[in-house]
């Protein structure tokens, strides 16, 4: 058994470790040293602080009910937060305060459900002046929300469709 030092710091943005700590000279007789030392002077094993939550935290991801909620959050909500970050400018909110954050968000989700409602309706139209009036004024309240909420938010590169 190699008699490690156990030492406790903190890293970087308070990430607290374990470190332990062995000479090289323990190692002398031992096969592995080479694969294990390489250049250092002494073996070290670092390990974060909570490793306890964090193999409490995998045991619950991998779970059969983990594993059921991780594809339901993967296609419900993330191709929505990636469709508003990638395509609607939605990297940053420049607004002050939760409630203003609150609005800036109602309104993307409000522009998004409607693009995505056109889309689905453009599909299952069929030819038919009243439905065509109705996609027109859809299209055009869409077009009317995008400038209200680049006016508003003042999100850059951003550009209405």
């Given at each position: 058994?190699?008699?490690?030092?156990?030492?406790?710091?903190?890293g970087?943005?308070?990430?607290?470790?374990?470190?332990?700590?062995?000479?090289?000279?323990?190692?002398?007789?031992?096969?592995?040293?080479?694969?294990?030392?390489?250049?250092?002077?002494?073996?070290?094993?670092?390990i974060?602080?909570?490793?306890?939550?964090?193999?409490?935290?995998?045991?619950r991801?991998?779970?059969?009910?983990?594993?059921?909620?991780k594809?339901?959050?993967?296609?419900t909500?993330?191709?929505v937060?990636?469709?508003l970050?990638?395509?609607l400018?939605?990297?940053?909110?420049?607004?002050?305060?939760?409630?203003?954050?609150?609005?800036?968000?109602h309104?993307?989700?409000?522009a998004?459900?409607?693009?995505?409602?056109?889309?689905?309706?453009?599909?299952?139209?069929?030819?038919?002046?009243?439905?065509?009036?109705?996609?027109?004024?859809?299209?055009?309240?869409?077009?009317?929300?995008?400038?209200?909420?680049?006016?508003?938010?003042?999100?850059?590169?951003?550009?209405?469709?």
């Amino acid at each position: 058994m190699i008699p490690f030092k156990k030492i406790f710091y903190e890293g970087v943005n308070n990430n607290k470790k374990k470190e332990y700590r062995a000479s090289k000279k323990v190692c002398i007789d031992c096969p592995l040293r080479s694969a294990c030392l390489k250049k250092s002077q002494e073996k070290r094993i670092t390990i974060t602080y909570y490793v306890e939550e964090y193999e409490r935290n995998n045991l619950r991801v991998n779970s059969a009910r983990g594993r059921y909620m991780k594809g339901k959050r993967q296609s419900t909500v993330e191709p929505v937060f990636g469709t508003l970050t990638q395509f609607l400018g939605l990297r940053k909110i420049n607004t002050i305060g939760i409630k203003q954050a609150n609005k800036v968000m109602h309104m993307a989700a409000m522009a998004y459900n409607l693009k995505k409602y056109l889309k689905f309706t453009q599909k299952r139209v069929k030819s038919g002046a009243g439905m065509l009036a109705l996609l027109f004024c859809l299209k055009k309240r869409v077009y009317e929300l995008e400038k209200l909420f680049l006016r508003n938010f003042k999100i850059a590169n951003y550009k209405v469709t």
